[in-house]
């Protein structure tokens, strides 16, 4: 360990140039110092290690048998070295790292998603890590230092100063039902119409939930009676198939279904109204930095925003 602790970098440097070359005076050079000091230097090495390096001879120098042993030690950790480098820098300008980010459903298939893909095609050596979750769920994870970001909207009990917060777009909400079922072929229904339908949607408090229901007491109507809890996008699929099903979803979610290959299973109601939900956020922590990994998708995922 002595030894270990007293070679220099620029130490094993010279004894692979001696060993490469068969020369002091040349592997002086190529570690651009003078022939004396790379003498001492050698000097010092065996005598530290007890033993010669080298077999000196007119021609120039060969390594020992020792000399061979600690020259191969030397390359890999030189090696090693020029790689940690490499990572070091890569790290620095975000071309490698691991990011974390969370976000609600419809941010997450139409925003980060995307961003996330253009990131890939020009750094694939970022680890990207991404959990989709209710708002409550999202801030909780970022303020407790899990999310680099987040998109989301703030709930309540947290105080908005201690983030950084960038407006996100809108939710659209669409009415997702099977292809045959009776309102798919219709224009401008209303919403009445969808009570005699079974729905599956999204738990109580629900951003979706919450702007549905709205949009029944503004109408002046009752809320759907046949209601399944459920937020799995799972469920709801296996649940439109050959059934009269409404499941409520973000348009974004709509759209990657279409655009996914599922376009003959799903369709959409159109509404007379549309529905909206409000807006997310892009949030971060205000007293803490993004790695350059997260600062290149955060970027990414605010301009396309």
Not at 201 to 206: E, T, V
Not at 240 to 263: H, K, N, W, Y
Request: charged share 20%; with cysteine.
């Amino acid at each position: 360990m002595d030894i270990a602790h007293r070679l220099k970098p620029s130490h094993m440097q010279l004894l692979l140039h001696i060993a490469e070359t068969g020369q002091l005076q040349r592997a002086a050079q190529l570690c651009a110092m003078s022939q004396p000091a790379a003498s001492r230097i050698l000097s010092d090495i065996e005598r530290q290690i007890g033993s010669p390096l080298f077999d000196r001879h007119p021609k120039g120098s060969t390594p020992t048998e020792l000399g061979s042993v600690v020259i191969r030690h030397a390359k890999v950790v030189l090696q090693e070295l020029d790689e940690l480098e490499t990572d070091v820098a890569r790290h620095t300008t975000g071309e490698m790292g691991q990011v974390r980010v969370g976000a609600v459903t419809g941010p997450a298939v139409g925003s980060l998603i995307p961003a996330i893909r253009r990131i890939r095609s020009r750094t694939p050596d970022i680890e990207m890590t991404v959990e989709v979750g209710p708002s409550n769920e999202l801030v909780r994870g970022l303020a407790e230092g899990r999310f680099d970001f987040v998109i989301a909207r703030l709930p309540p009990g947290y105080d908005s100063r201690d983030f950084r917060m960038y407006p996100a777009r809108s939710e659209e909400v669409a009415l997702v039902v099977r292809p045959g079922h009776p309102l798919a072929t219709r224009r401008g229904v209303r919403l009445s119409e969808t009570l005699n339908f079974e729905w599956v949607i999204q738990a109580i408090g629900s951003p979706i939930r919450q702007a549905v229901e709205a949009a029944f007491h503004a109408r002046g109507i009752d809320t759907p009676a046949q209601v399944t809890n459920s937020s799995s996008l799972l469920v709801m699929l296996a649940m439109l198939d050959g059934t009269d099903v409404i499941a409520p979803q973000s348009r974004e979610v709509f759209d990657m279904l279409v655009s996914g290959g599922r376009g003959a299973h799903v369709a959409m109601i159109d509404l007379d109204v549309p529905l909206s939900v409000s807006p997310c956020f892009i949030i971060r922590n205000r007293y803490s930095r993004l790695s350059a990994a997260a600062e290149r998708l955060f970027q990414e995922v605010l301009a396309a925003l």
